[in-house]
Nanobody, 122 residues
Framework: VQLQASGGGLVQVGGSLRLSCAVSGFTFNDYTIGWFRQAPGKERERVSCIRSSDGVTYHSDSVRGRFTISADNAKNTVYLQMNSLKPEDTAVYYC????????????????WGQGTLVTVSS
C-alpha cells in the first residue's frame, strides 16, 4: 500500500495550491481518503476527507468554503484544492486512507502517506 502526496510549496497569503495524493495497493473505491495537517508545535488535525465510493465529503470548520476535496477514480488520486490560503494553513499535509470514515476522523487510519510542506507567507 502506498500513498504519495505532492503539490506542496510556498505561496503568498490569498493564493492557491492543489495537493495530490496518488494511491496504490488497494481498491480505491473501498476506501475513504483524507487530508490531515500538522503545524510546528501542534497536534495533527484533520482537514478534509472523501469517500471514494459515493463522493461523500467532510471538511473541518477551519477550511470549509476555502478548500475542496475531490477524487479521480480513474487515476486513483485524491486532490485538495486550497484557495484563499492563510498563514495559519502553514503545515505539513499528509494523506491517509481507511475503509471507515470514522477511523479517519479519529486520526487512526490504517495507512498514512508521507507529508508535503505547505508554507503560506505574509
Amino acid at each position: 500500500v502506498q500513498l504519495q502526496a505532492s503539490g506542496g510549496g510556498l505561496v503568498q497569503v490569498g493564493g492557491s495550491l492543489r495537493l495530490s495524493c496518488a494511491v496504490s495497493g488497494f481498491t480505491f473505491n473501498d476506501y475513504t481518503i483524507g487530508w490531515f495537517r500538522q503545524a510546528p508545535g501542534k497536534e495533527r488535525e484533520r482537514v478534509s476527507c472523501i469517500r471514494s465510493s459515493d463522493g461523500v465529503t467532510y471538511h473541518s470548520d477551519s477550511v470549509r468554503g476555502r478548500f475542496t476535496i475531490s477524487a479521480d477514480n480513474a487515476k486513483n488520486t485524491v486532490y485538495l484544492q486550497m484557495n484563499s490560503l492563510k498563514p495559519e494553513d502553514t503545515a505539513v499535509y499528509y494523506c491517509a486512507a481507511d475503509v471507515l470514515l470514522q477511523r479517519l476522523l479519529s486520526l487512526k487510519p490504517d495507512y498514512w502517506g508521507q507529508g508535503t510542506l505547505v508554507t503560506v507567507s505574509s
